[in-house]
């Protein structure tokens, strides 16, 4: 936790706490008599975008510095795909064969929450959209080890909690989809990316567009499921079209296991490319 601050000027909630028990009037029954801070169909206007841009960059960054955590290790995927005891539920025949991955994934959270409670437990933790599909498995590895992990959900059009297994003090919500994905990226040491939809494929390619501009440094960056994405993305036609270069197919790697993506981790950490050192121009 951080240090308390001691300042000269009255506290925030003991003004706030003040407010609330003035005598009833007309002034102060007013909108306008209202603390802005405080007043929360003030902060809802149109012209208040900004602010609650920062304030929901803010909140999540400090209560993750309070709670130590340092790095992270993403794993985007679809929210569709069922664990195996559920897959005769499953919409379609492919979700239940790819079922599978929901395993796979718990078991590569669990491996990655094994290795970070090597140390102290605030490297490489797992973090999730909060959800279900990959990212409860996600999730429920980390509990499986015994660790924490984070969850970022958002507000969508269909109520949705956050799953059972993200750590309650690490479970966050938002409402603006791209200081979300700001929050995924700014402290991962790694991307694994699940076979999923729409969510799944933007994430996929806004974090892939960082890397291949520069714009963020590189890590390792692990698509499970080779067939699959194989199937939904002609890479190599990008590349012979000259809408990519060569060398971006080298961003990712593929995998089919939770330990074969450990492996690709593991060797990333130990020998990393050069061009991913920090300060290398690209």
Not at 78 to 105: C, M, V
Not at 246 to 256: G, I
């Amino acid at each position: 936790m951080t240090e308390e601050r001691h300042s000269r000027f009255p506290d925030a909630h003991a003004d706030r706490d003040r407010a609330e028990h003035v005598p009833l009037t007309p002034q102060t029954s007013s909108p306008a008599y209202a603390l802005a801070f405080a007043d929360e169909e003030f902060l809802c206007r149109e012209e208040l975008r900004p602010v609650r841009l920062q304030l929901e960059l803010l909140k999540p960054q400090l209560m993750l510095d309070e709670q130590g955590v340092e790095s992270t290790i993403v794993m985007f995927g679809g929210a569709r795909i069922p664990a195996p005891a559920h897959k005769d539920q499953a919409r379609t025949q492919t979700l239940a064969d790819l079922s599978h991955f929901y395993d796979e994934a718990r078991e590569f959270a669990r491996l990655m929450t094994l290795k970070s409670m090597e140390t102290d437990g605030k490297q490489n933790v797992v973090v999730t959209g909060g959800g279900p599909g990959v990212m409860e498995a996600g999730n429920r590895g980390a509990v499986d080890a015994g660790g924490s992990s984070i969850g970022l959900s958002i507000v969508l059009p269909h109520e949705q909690a956050p799953n059972e297994y993200v750590t309650p003090s690490l479970s966050f919500n938002f409402h603006y989809f791209a200081i979300r994905k700001m929050h995924f990226l700014m402290r991962a040491r790694a991307i694994t990316v699940f076979p999923g939809g729409f969510g799944t494929l933007d994430e996929l390619f806004e974090t892939l567009t960082l890397i291949q501009t520069g714009r963020m440094e590189r890590v390792p960056f692990i698509l499970f499921g080779r067939a699959f994405w194989e199937s939904i993305i002609n890479w190599e036609a990008l590349s012979d079209a000259g809408t990519i270069s060569a060398d971006d197919l080298n961003l990712f790697k593929f995998a089919e296991s939770a330990q074969e993506a450990m492996e690709i981790f593991e060797a990333w950490e130990s020998a990393p490319p050069r061009d991913s050192l920090p300060g290398r121009e690209r």
